[in-house]
């Protein structure tokens, strides 16, 4: 079980989320949103955008992906009650990992889920992320948690965590080339 601890007060939330500014627009998947989940599943195209966002080095492992195994991964993501299997058929698909997978939860899925970065980590004292279901997990929980005590949606909680580590984290604890 990962332990947490959040390196600044909830209070703090809404003013961190506020100067979150990230290089990359978040407008194309905004608007993708509503139509993947309408569609209940992805395309090539939209796996693409995601990684474009998230970690554009990754884009030419994802458009490498079978457009029928994007369809049939994400559908099986976005639709099954098994937390096991929503994050684990994203991975199967070539370039994206834990937290590429956390991106399509985060923007695409009914249910609420943070992203997966090293940054929001650090930020709950995680000075090493370890990847695995169950740390996922614990910090699906424990994000889910502070979003409800702090009454804020879990999108302005990621960019309060996110921001307040490159406010605050030294360079050489970051991982060049990784970001939300």
């Known amino acids: 079980m990962v332990k947490f601890s959040m390196k600044f007060p909830l209070k703090d939330i809404k003013a961190l989320s506020g100067r979150y500014t990230y290089a990359t627009d978040v407008t194309v998947l ?48 976005l639709s099954t009650p098994h937390e096991r299997l929503r994050l684990l058929s994203l991975t199967t698909l070539y370039g994206v990992g834990y937290p590429m997978a956390s991106v399509i939860l985060h ?39 502070l979003a409800g005590e702090a009454g804020c949606d879990m999108r302005t909680l990621d960019r309060a965590l996110w921001q307040y580590s490159s406010e605050k984290q030294p360079p050489k604890t970051a991982k060049a080339g990784e970001c939300e």
């Open 30 to 77: 905004q608007r993708m949103q509503p139509v993947v989940r309408a569609r209940g599943h992805m395309t090539k195209a939209d796996l693409v955008a995601v990684g474009q966002w998230k970690s554009p080095r990754a884009v030419p492992k994802i458009a490498t992906n079978d457009e029928g195994l994007i369809v049939e991964a994400t559908r099986i993501a």
């Open 107 to 145: 923007w695409f899925h009914s249910d609420k889920y943070p992203i997966l970065d090293f940054r929001a980590l650090w930020s709950l004292g995680v000075e090493k992320p370890a990847y695995s279901f169950d740390n996922w997990m614990d910090y699906v929980h424990e994000c889910r948690r």
